[in-house]
C-alpha cells in the first residue's frame, strides 16, 4: 500500500465492518469518522453508519460531530480559506477516459465521486447488503479520481474480501482472488 495513512484508512473502515456486523453503532460512527479524519476519501463510505438497525440518524449525526470536531482548529486559523486539492487529470485515470483533458484540474471531481457513491451506498444499505459499500467507494473512487495510482487498488481488493467474508461463493474468496488476478493482469488503466 502506498500511504500509511491509508492503511490507517482502511483498517477504520474494518472495524466499522466488524461493529455493523456486532450492532455496534456508535463504534461503527466513531470508526468511519475517524477514516474520514484520515483519508477525505473515506467520505465515499459514510453510508456504514447507516447500517445497524434503528440508528441511523444518531449513526449519521454521531458520525457528523466526530468527523468536524478534529477540523475545527483549522478551520478557525484559516478563517475559512482552506483549499480543496485539485489535481490535474493524468493519462491513465477514469476521467481522461470519460473525455477530460489531461491536465485539466476539474473542481467537480471530488464533489462528483460523492454524489455518485454516497446514493449507491445507502441504496447497498437500505437493501441491507451494507458489505458493498467498501466495494462501491473504491470504484467510484479509482473511477472518477483526477490521478489513479496503483495502490488505490488496495482498497477494491479488501472490498471484495469483505464481500466474500459476508457472502461467500462456493469457493471461499473466489471474489477477491479474481480481484486480484485481474488487477495483476490488467494495464494500470
Known amino acids: 500500500l502506498g500511504h500509511a ?27 468511519v469518522a475517524a477514516a474520514i479524519d484520515t483519508k477525505p476519501w473515506a467520505f465515499l463510505v459514510l453510508p456504514l453508519v447507516a447500517a445497524c438497525a434503528g440508528t441511523r440518524l444518531r449513526g449519521a449525526a454521531v458520525a457528523a460531530v466526530a468527523t468536524a470536531l478534529p477540523w475545527i482548529p483549522f478551520i478557525v486559523s484559516q478563517h475559512g480559506h482552506l483549499a480543496s486539492v485539485n489535481l490535474p487529470v493524468t493519462a491513465d485515470s477514469g476521467l481522461h477516459y470519460l473525455g477530460v483533458a489531461v491536465g485539466a484540474t476539474p473542481t467537480w471531481a471530488r464533489p462528483l465521486q460523492l454524489a455518485v457513491a454516497l446514493p449507491l451506498g445507502a441504496y447497498a444499505v437500505a437493501r441491507h447488503r451494507w458489505y458493498l459499500v467498501p466495494v462501491i467507494a473504491f470504484a467510484v473512487r479509482i473511477n472518477l479520481d483526477p490521478v489513479t495510482v496503483p495502490y488505490y487498488t488496495t482498497g477494491v481488493v479488501f472490498g471484495l474480501f469483505l464481500w466474500d467474508a459476508m457472502r461467500p461463493l462456493r469457493a471461499w474468496g473466489g471474489r477477491a482472488a479474481i480481484g486480484c488476478i485481474a488487477l495483476a493482469l490488467l494495464p494500470s488503466y
Open 5 to 31: 495513512d491509508d492503511v490507517v484508512a482502511l483498517t477504520l473502515i474494518a472495524l466499522a465492518g466488524r461493529a455493523v456486523v456486532t450492532n455496534r453503532w456508535l463504534m461503527a460512527s466513531l470508526a
